[in-house]
């Protein structure tokens, strides 16, 4: 016989969330339907199941899990008003995975449309495309209803403000003129390239993984799985951090959003 698969770290920290302490679940004779989140959003996870209580399909669970997320700002890494880029501009990256298809519809540095994970959903029913990026992510959300929204509030200005008097630190730049790791920009590639083996240092975002995660199992076993984010402070501006599809034996990104 063959051995079991062993689960995968994150599937462990997400079923080890769900243990948190809080109102005991109704129980049944089915494992079925299950909502699982790598971050204890409860509101996020009751908004997911509640979709499933009403019909809704493992899709739908997932957007409306995940879209909850962009209202409620969870963590300050989900949705407008977080994570300024170095134009002090809030981007937002999404992504839906529809698990029997493997259909997948996402989103990148989204500007000025509030609801990504709903965009991505879009792009997923409404095109043959899977990732869409930028301006033409706007161009694409704009022709299917979505109302252009300032995505920046008083604290990610705040953020941005500090940042600056911080001389521009942390920053993603290297190999550049005036020295990155003193000086803001603008920046201009040095004359004799050296490679100065920097690294960027973490901006204090200690999970170390994505922001909202959300895989959710109807009770027929339909999954879907998806994920939205404002990313890191103070990338580049005209850098799509979007969302990557990956396999279990990848390593992860250190940018933007993961569903695998």
Known sequence: ??????????????LQLLLLPGPAPVRSSSPLPLVLNTWPFRNATEAAWKTLALGGSSLDAVEGGCASCEVEQCDGTVGFGGSPDESGETTLDAMLMEGTTMNVGAVGDLRRIKNAIGVARKVLE???????????????????GFVDEDLSTKDS?????????QNCQPN????????SSKYCGPYKPRSVFKQDGSIHKETG???G??????????????TAAGTSTNAESETHPYLGQGPTLMTPREPPPP???VTY
């Open 209 to 222: 993984h994505d922001t909202i995660g959300m895989v959710v199992l109807d009770k027929m076993g339909h």
């Open 205 to 207: 975002y200690g999970y």
């Open 1 to 14: 016989m063959a051995p079991k698969p062993s689960l995968p770290a994150v599937l462990v920290l997400q």
């Open 157 to 165: 200005r705040a953020l941005h403000s500090d940042w600056l008097a």
């Open 255 to 257: 940018l933007g959003t």
């Open 126 to 144: 409404h095109t043959t495309h899977t990732l869409l990026v930028g301006e033409s992510a706007t161009k694409f959300a704009q022709s299917m």
């Open 172 to 179: 993603y730049w290297r190999n550049v003129i005036p020295d």
